[in-house]
Structures are given as C-alpha cells and as structure tokens.
T-cell receptor
Framework: DQQVKQNSPSLSVQEGRISILNCDYT??????FLWYKKYPAEGPTFLIS?????DKNEDGRFTVFLNKSAKHLSLHIVPSQPGDSAVYFC???????????FGAGTRLTVKP | NAGVTQTPKFRVLKTGQSMTLLCAQD?????MYWYRQDPGMGLRLIHY???????AKGEVPDGYNVSRLKKQNFLLGLESAAPSQTSVYFC????????FGPGTRLTVL
C-alpha cells in the first residue's frame, strides 16, 4: 500500500515562476515530513522538512506547507531556476523514524 | 569527509548468483538504511540498523540479508539473485534527516 502519494509524475514551469509540488498521505501516524531532491545518477539529497506541529516551514526559495486535516503537503519553489530541474520525493515517518515512506517522485523541469 | 559511499556502482548478475553491496559512512551515525528504487514506486526500505551489531526488517526484506559489524559499515547481501531484484539500491545514514549514497545499479539476468 502506498502511504505517500505524489500524483503528478512530472511538472514543467518557466524560469522565475512558482513551482508547486504536491503530496498526499494516508497514514495519520505520520508526524514528520520531508522533501528530497534527486539528480540523475546521484542519491537523493535532503531539501526541507516539517513537523506535524507546524503548518509552514520556509528555507530561502523553498517553502513546505502542511495541511493535516487534508493529509496533504506541498513544496513551493519561488522563483524557480533551471538548476531546480530534478526529481522531487516527498517522504514521511511517524515516531518510529526508521520506517520512512517515500512517494514515487515528481520530475520538475524548469525552462529558461 | 566523504559522507555516504557505496560500492560497487554497477553490477550485472545471473539468476542464482550472490553478491554483497557495501555501504560506508564517516558521519558517526547510529542509524543506517538500505532502500531500493524502482520506476513509479519511489524508495522502499529493505533493512535498517539502529546501531553496531543490530539489524531489522523494513518494508521489503525478502531475499536480502544485512550485517552491521562496524558502526561505519552496513552490508546488503543477496544470497540467490532473482530478476525481480533488478533495481537501484541506495544506502543512507542519519536520523530524522537521512543522507544518501550515490546508489548501486544492479541488473539480474
């Protein structure tokens, strides 16, 4: 069962515009959420995270929003840059953070 | 400071052969993990370790074994490889924030 879902396999945006990547989850025990970025032939790298006690976390151009009632989170990138082109994975875990579940990923392409 | 390293980077096996993937980290992390990534499925946890000498099963452990004899190393073994184990394997270490290695692309014919 896929407990973390990224329903958009790909997203294309123009440089300078906003990129919004979405993620839904089904397990109400998840209390920590992360976004990872992955370039081809490399391992995923941590981007930003949010605890369930917050609804927003900002780090430079990246902001993650959490809507617990809807079991939904989103990653906003403003402004988008060509170097942001990568696959973005949403991940989540509960108190036992050894059992992190990942979404299938969204491939973001930022066009110059 | 190399972070998390994995060897080998690529490997082709025939069905029934065995192999060991090595993961090493120099960040003194207690927690280490092995994931596999398949198209359309994200990363799935195979096994993990919460410290030297400990291992535990993840989401998809069947067909794999692991060992953590030293804190900095986490080995993933395939005793009898099957085509269904064709995948990209990632090792990671850390707690809330996991640091990933570059991956091993394994093909089982």
């Amino acid at each position: 069962d896929q407990q973390v879902k990224q329903n958009s396999p790909s997203l294309s945006v123009q440089e300078g515009r906003i990129s919004i990547l979405n993620c839904d989850y089904t397990n109400s025990m998840f209390d920590y959420f992360l976004w990872y970025k992955k370039y081809p032939a490399e391992g995923p790298t941590f981007l930003i995270s949010i605890s369930s006690i917050k609804d927003k976390n900002e780090d430079g151009r990246f902001t993650v929003f959490l809507n617990k009632s809807a079991k939904h989170l989103s990653l906003h990138i403003v402004p988008s840059q060509p170097g942001d082109s990568a696959v973005y994975f949403c991940a989540a875990h509960g108190y036992n953070n050894n059992d992190m579940r990942f979404g299938a990923g969204t491939r973001l392409t930022v066009k110059p | 400071n190399a972070g998390v390293t994995q060897t080998p980077k690529f490997r082709v096996l025939k069905t029934g052969q065995s192999m060991t993937l090595l993961c090493a980290q120099d960040m003194n992390h207690e927690y280490m993990y092995w994931y596999r990534q398949d198209p359309g499925m994200g990363l799935r946890l195979i096994h993990y370790s919460v410290g030297e000498g400990t291992t535990a099963k993840g989401e998809v452990p069947d067909g794999y074994n692991v060992s953590r004899l030293k804190k900095q190393n986490f080995l993933l073994g395939l005793e009898s490889a099957a085509p269904s184990q064709t995948s990209v394997y990632f090792c990671a270490s850390g707690n809330n924030e996991q640091f990933f290695g570059p991956g091993t692309r394994l093909t089982v014919l």
